[in-house]
């Protein structure tokens, strides 16, 4: 018996597992598969958003540090500069973190290409088992 409020996803039995229709498997290991991708690129954009602003405030700065467009005392320059390369530290930083939300992506992608192909060459085995399949074969 299913819990109060549960719903029942057409295709799979009460305990989530799947009885037995290989095209509804295929359609909801796709949505697993085109979800995680989506959500990598929104990681992607907001980092992407991040350095951007950053890269303004570091802007702002380098007007303050040349007094522009109203002068600086020496005091707010250096000030100034030191917010500069703050931001730039943390702009490397977050271009690290960029780097591997970028690498996480490459794999989803990959997996959801290699997912794909091989359900035409291996009658609707999962991407998961080829690409174990393969991992084993490259050692």
């Known amino acids: 018996m299913m819990a109060a409020g549960a719903r029942r996803v057409r295709g799979l039995n009460n305990n989530g597992h799947s009885n037995g229709n290989s095209t509804l498997d295929a359609h909801l290991e796709l949505d697993q598969w085109t979800g995680e991708?989506?959500?990598?690129?929104?990681d992607v954009l907001a980092q992407?958003?991040?350095?951007?602003?950053?890269?303004r405030e570091i802007q702002r700065q380098i007007l303050k540090v040349r007094g522009v467009p109203e002068p600086k005392t020496k005091t707010q320059r250096r000030a100034a500069a030191k917010v500069l390369?703050?931001?730039?530290?943390?702009m490397l930083d977050e271009s690290l973190a960029l780097s591997q939300i970028l690498r996480?992506?490459?794999r989803?992608?990959?997996?959801?290409?290699l997912g794909a192909r091989s359900r035409r060459r291996t009658g609707g085995?999962?991407?998961?088992?080829v690409a174990l399949d393969?991992?084993?074969s490259r050692r």
């Open 37 to 42: 991708i989506d959500v990598r690129v929104l």
């Open 48 to 55: 992407i958003e991040s350095l951007l602003r950053s890269a």
């Open 85 to 90: 390369n703050k931001t730039a530290r943390a």
């Open 108 to 113: 989803a992608s990959g997996t959801l290409k």
């Open 125 to 129: 085995r999962s991407a998961e088992l």
């Open 104 to 106: 996480d992506l490459q």
């Open 134 to 136: 393969l991992a084993a």
